[in-house]
């Protein structure tokens, strides 16, 4: 960075200013994304583009330049993995696989969103994503069914071990807004 | 010995002057040396003086392939007086110093190699040439623009020509196009004097509805069979058109991409040439009306297919390309009536056709207010195996949306694109008009098209990506710029001339830079599209380049065939003729004793027979077992030497 | 045929709309499919959010749950989009690599389970679009429905299409084929194909993004005067039940369009009264109009 008062308005492309952990977290995964050829048939593909700021392009692009604000936005989680830019890339990038890699750096660096935090905090502690209430328990009974389902929801301990042992999240570093 | 630094190719990778220095103490190497260019004309004269002042009888280059330089020092030791098969050439470059980093290993490999060449020289036969007599005829498979050119270029110069085309008419796909960039003229205006041109030269014969079945012989020489599809017409037609007229059966013709009708006897267009009309079989009820109403008799149902044989020396392959099929896009529904590709929009504009050249919604025949071009669909597109650019889309795409401009001047007509590819001389410039003449350009590729559920209508989505922005295109109709691709059948034809074919279909041509006009078989040429997708600019430049190839064989009337050939030893020979079977130009005739015998002229000295001889009776010259040992005892010794060093 | 599955039950359904569980039961025993259960099951986990944050974590729960129907010995039967994009893609992965199934395996086993991928992860709508098929499915129906209903295909059935190979993603017709044989009157309508919305973890953390996107779909789905909305995901299904209230109090739209899963519509056919649109959150008082044979 320029030590001047006033900061150069435009991004500089300097040798090692490019954040390597990108392109080779993405490489490791089998993505060469620098393939991208720009055509913005994945935006065009993107249900959410059209409602939110997620312009896959230009995720496909800042990542290939190992641009880390692409971590830092909340764009790559606009994404609701529909796949349709994946199926339909002409130069055959596995575009979403792309963004859950970017995700999965982000999270490791702490860039995660509060109710996702909530939903791994659930997870831990009822096995489930979405876990069982009163209510729905009635409903179970009159439909018939068992009021609590054969699954974790009744098995506290493997709750447990399953919660020690994966899904550890990185500390908040600024939360994803 | 002439150790060669090829620039820093070589000796940027490894030490030259040691593996100099090393084969000067070889056995038998009188002068070893290292030069900076061996090819120039210096390094040539340097061979020279040293074949006279060290009275040398055999030469090595340790530089490039065989295939590169071994004919400059071959030439030169012949002109020393020697046989040029006395020089050896060693591979240190390919083989050495282009792949790899280690300096040291390199060394030591390069040395290896000039150890085993030495003892391979030592050991080299002169090989003497033989002249074959060669037939000056030339047979042209498929009449499309570059056919013709290919034709019509040999038959000038005086080789007579046999032109096969698989279709009732000859001009392929050229005459399918209603004007042609960058200059849209009508290319049925320009392409007609060649047309009549090869219809009417006393030196070329036409053969259409035909296709080669087989093809047997080698360069000079060529046996040809052709099978030639009933016509059920004679050529005493006057092409009068009155069969067609009363012919009952009317369907869509092939010729307009279904833009237009044809009856079961019928010419594709008016122009068509040969103008005999074609009853076609599968589709005539056999009423028999054209036969009776036919004012000369020409109409028979009972002619045959025929097969017939031709000698000739060379070989033109002209078979074209096809249009990609969009179907396997499936986000494009190009099954959708108003989805339609770039050929059946140049059909479309044609005068004959259903819409008699207007632009026209095919669904309903509205004049379309909005008409959307989509570039590279399937060029470009790993996801269907064309990772080529077609590199001729991008200019008929202007060609077209200018000429409905034209047509309708308050049309929207947008085109979304990848990148724009115009090079070359006036093909920028022809951009920059279809520019001006406001067709809206959108930087980004559709990523699927959507038929309204209501209305005759689609939806084409796609990213604007100068701005960044989705935006989505109202259209009437929408235009497929369809990438060439070989044509489908051609793999068939291919492995009867014994062609290599690259991974996209296309022919393989000998070199992409050096041999764009040769295919992998001597003998045979490569004109047009069939090499590679291309404009008729270059696909004439390219028919040219082939005609004079396939002429520089024939002119002088013969060919000089080095007779570094198969040949057996009598005294081995059990008989048992495993080489003829395993032979695949069939070189190996019996001799009257029983004996296997070589023809020289037919064997191409691959080496198969020598794998299958049980006893080693048949060897190829300089390439005898004895010989290679030697090599293989050059290397294993060197290699020895350095293990036993260290 | 078949003997049996091991019934995957995920989380939304059993938790939030336990009637798709018990019509799944319903059809499953009509169909004479033995059903096993998948004790100690949990999340599958869900792709659009566990799969995000730490993609290895992700396969090893979601092969926890591969290795339960595998001790099981019958291929792994769900009812949702998300679990099957889920186990159906780990099942996949692991499957074809050997070096991947061996990382897994090492942490699988601090878990106490071990995963071979030998088996098969399918979906409800293969088995009666496909296995059962239009025609098959017509020997168990009692009854068909006159209804003209929008068929939401929602995203992780079809696609990647290289590894589902079910039908066309870009004009699928299985649904629309198989509900038409339960005497659904399909209707083509604007944005047939796009997402619901809900995936990705959008709707848990951008809700406002995630409605929006519900909002161009309903649209879309009311303009072509639907009378129903036939899903294949309990997670869509939340999406267009529980969304249209909200979009309603938000946008002031007024959305009524009751949402029926495949399982569902499928038990009516075949005899079932009590498909629990009573419970659901959109006309709880819709009730199914029965075809008069003709
Ligand atoms: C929509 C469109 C618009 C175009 N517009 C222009 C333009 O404006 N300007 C321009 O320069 N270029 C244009 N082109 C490109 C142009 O069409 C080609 O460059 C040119 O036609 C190639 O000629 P060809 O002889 O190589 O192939 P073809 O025209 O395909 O000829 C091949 C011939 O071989 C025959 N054949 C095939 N297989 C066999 C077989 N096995 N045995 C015997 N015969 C066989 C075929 O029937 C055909 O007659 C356009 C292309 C397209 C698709
Ligand atoms: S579709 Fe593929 S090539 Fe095109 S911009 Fe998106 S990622 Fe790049
Ligand atoms: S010429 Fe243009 S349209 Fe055709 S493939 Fe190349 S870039 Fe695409």
Redesign the interface.
């Known amino acids: 960075m320029s030590s001047s008062s006033f900061p150069n308005p435009v991004r500089v492309l300097r040798r090692g200013e490019r954040d390597e952990e990108i392109i080779k977290a993405l490489k490791n995964e089998g993505f060469d994304i620098n393939a991208c ?16 700021a997620l ?1 896959v ?2 995720v496909m692009r800042k990542a290939a330049l190992g641009d880390s604000s692409v971590l830092e936005s ?1 764009d790559i ?16 990038l596995k575009v ?1 696989d792309a963004i ?2 970017l ?2 750096l982000a ?2 660096r702490g860039f ?2 509060k ?2 935090r909530k ?2 905090q659930i ?1 831990a502690k009822t ?7 009163d209510k ?1 328990q009635q ?2 009974k009159e ?3 068992p009021k609590i ?4 929801a ?2 506290p301990e ?2 447990e ?2 919660a020690k ?3 550890q ?1 990185a500390p908040e570093e600024g939360d ?1 807004q | 010995m002439f150790v060669c630094h090829c620039g820093e190719n070589i000796a940027g990778k490894l030490d030259v002057e040691e593996v100099a220095e090393f084969a000067a103490g070889l056995p038998n190497v009188e002068f070893s040396t290292d030069n900076l260019f061996m090819c120039s004309k210096q390094g040539v004269e340097l061979l020279k003086e040293a074949v006279r002042r060290h009275k040398l009888n055999r030469t090595v280059v340790a530089s490039c392939s065989v295939e590169q330089h071994w004919p400059t020092f071959a030439r030169a030791v012949e002109e020393m007086g020697l046989n040029p098969h006395m020089h050896e050439q060693v591979n240190i470059r390919e083989w050495v110093s282009w792949v790899t980093n280690d300096w040291d290993n390199a060394t030591e490999k390069a040395k290896s190699a000039v150890a085993a060449g030495v003892k391979m020289a030592a050991l080299k036969e002169p090989i003497e040439t033989q002249k074959l007599d060669v037939v000056k005829k030339v047979m042209v498979i498929g009449a499309g623009v570059a056919g013709l050119r290919a034709a019509m270029d040999l038959a000038e110069l005086g080789i007579p020509v046999v032109l096969v085309e698989k279709e009732p008419s000859i001009g392929g796909h050229m005459t399918m196009l209603n004007k042609t960039f960058p200059t849209d003229e009508c290319p049925m205006c320009t392409l007609s004097p060649l047309l009549n041109g090869v219809a009417n030269h006393p030196d070329i014969e036409i053969l259409t509805l035909s296709e080669v079945s087989k093809v047997e012989g080698s360069v000079g020489n060529f046996v040809v069979e052709v099978t030639t599809k009933p016509r059920y017409v004679h050529d005493n037609c006057t092409s009068c058109g009155r069969c067609s007229e009363v012919c009952p059966v009317e369907f869509p013709n092939e010729w307009d991409m279904g833009f237009g009708m044809r009856k079961a006897i019928y010419k594709p267009y008016p122009q068509a040439i040969p103008s005999t009309f074609t009853r076609d079989k599968k589709h005539c009820i056999e009423c028999g009306l054209c036969e009776i109403v036919c004012p000369v008799q020409a109409v028979d149902f009972s002619m045959k297919k025929e097969k017939r044989e031709f000698n000739v020396g060379a070989i033109v392959v002209a078979t074209g390309y096809e249009q990609y099929d969009p179907v396997e896009i499936t986000a494009y529904h190009y099954d959708h009536p108003n989805i339609i590709t770039q050929l059946e929009l140049e059909r479309m504009l044609a005068p004959t056709t259903l819409t008699k050249g207007k632009i026209l919604r095919p669904s309903d025949g509205k004049v379309p207010e909005s008409v959307v071009i989509i570039q590279c669909v399937g060029s470009r597109n790993d996801q269907v195996g064309n990772a080529y650019c077609t590199g001729v889309c991008c200019m008929y795409a202007l060609k077209n949306a200018g000429i409905i401009k034209e047509h309708l001047p308050n049309t929207d007509v947008y085109i979304c694109y990848i990148d724009i590819r115009a090079p070359g001389l006036y093909y920028e410039e022809y951009y920059k008009k279809a520019q001006e003449k406001g067709i809206i350009f959108i930087r980004g590729r559709p990523s699927n098209i959507e038929p309204d559920p209501y209305e005759e209508k689609l939806t084409v989505f796609v990213e604007d990506t100068f701005t960044g922005e989705p935006v989505e295109i109202e259209a009437d109709m929408v235009i497929l710029s369809a990438g060439m691709i070989a044509p489908k059948g051609f793999g068939k034809l291919g492995g009867k001339l014994g062609l290599l074919r690259a991974k996209e279909g296309f022919a393989k041509e000998y070199h992409i830079k050096m041999g764009p006009m040769r295919s992998s078989r001597e003998g045979v040429l490569l004109a047009g599209t069939i090499q590679g997708p291309r404009d008729i600019t270059k696909t004439v430049a390219h028919a040219g380049a082939a005609a004079s190839a396939a002429a520089q064989i024939l002119v002088k009337g013969f060919l000089e065939k080095r007779l570094d050939t198969a040949i057996v030893d009598k005294d081995l020979c059990i008989k048992c003729l495993a080489c003829s079977t395993v032979c695949n130009p069939g070189a190996i005739d019996v001799d009257v004793d029983g004996y296997a015998f070589v023809n020289d002229t037919a064997c191409k000295s691959c080496g198969t027979c020598a794998g299958a001889c049980p006893t080693g009776a048949i060897q190829i010259r300089n390439f005898r077992d004895a010989q290679l040992k030697e090599e293989v005892i050059g290397l294993l010794e060197y290699n020895r030497l350095v293990g036993a060093a260290q | 045929m078949n003997t049996g599955y091991s019934f995957f039950l995920g989380c939304i359904m059993p938790n939030r709309y336990p009637a798709i569980e018990s019509a799944t039961r319903f059809v499953l025993e009509r169909l004479g499919i033995n059903v096993q259960e998948m004790e100690r099951a949990g999340c599958c986990p869900a792709p659009g959010v566990f799969r995000s944050f730490n993609k290895p974590d992700w396969m090893v729960a979601a092969a926890r749950n591969i290795a339960i129907a595998e001790a099981n010995g019958s291929p792994l039967l769900t009812v949702c989009n998300g679990c099957f994009g889920t186990l159906f893609d780990v099942n996949h992965a692991l499957k074809h690599d050997e070096e991947l199934r061996k990382k897994v395996n090492e942490k699988l086993e601090k878990l106490g389970y071990h995963v071979k991928a030998d088996g098969e992860v399918r979906h409800i709508a293969q088995v009666l679009g496909f296995d059962i098929g239009p025609s098959g499915i017509q020997q168990y129906l009692k009854r068909k429905v006159k209804l003209k209903a929008a068929i939401h295909y929602g995203c992780h059935f079809l696609r990647p299409f290289h590894l589902k190979q079910i039908d066309d993603p870009e004009d699928p017709r299985i649904l629309e084929d198989y509900f038409e044989a339960l005497g659904v009157e399909s209707l083509n309508y604007r944005g047939r194909l796009l997402c619901c919305g809900a995936g990705g973890g959008v709707k848990g953390a951008h809700a406002e993004e995630s409605m929006k996107m519900l909002l161009e779909k309903m649209e879309g789905i009311a303009e072509s005067g639907a009378e129903a909305i036939l899903d294949i995901c309990p997670f869509c299904h939340l999406q267009f039940d529980g969304g249209q209230k909200i979009l309603n109090e938000k946008y002031g739209t007024d959305f009524h369009i009751p949402v029926i899963h495949i399982s569902q519509l499928t038990a009516f056919c075949m005899g079932e009264n009590e498909i629990g649109m009573k419970y659901q959150v959109i006309a709880p008082e819709f009730r199914l109009e029965v075809r008069n044979p003709d």
């Open positions: 050829m720009q055509c913005g048939t994945c935006t065009a593909s993107c249900l959410s583009g059209r409602w939110t312009t392009r230009k909340s989680w606009m994404c609701t993995t529909c796949y349709n830019c994946y199926d339909r890339c002409p130069r055959d979403t859950i890699v995700r999965n999270s490791a995660i969103h109710n996702h939903v791994v997870l096995g489930h994503a979405v876990p069982i209430n729905i409903v179970r439909l018939g069914l389902p054969p699954t974790l009744k098995y493997e709750r071990l399953l042992t994966l899904f999240l994803e």
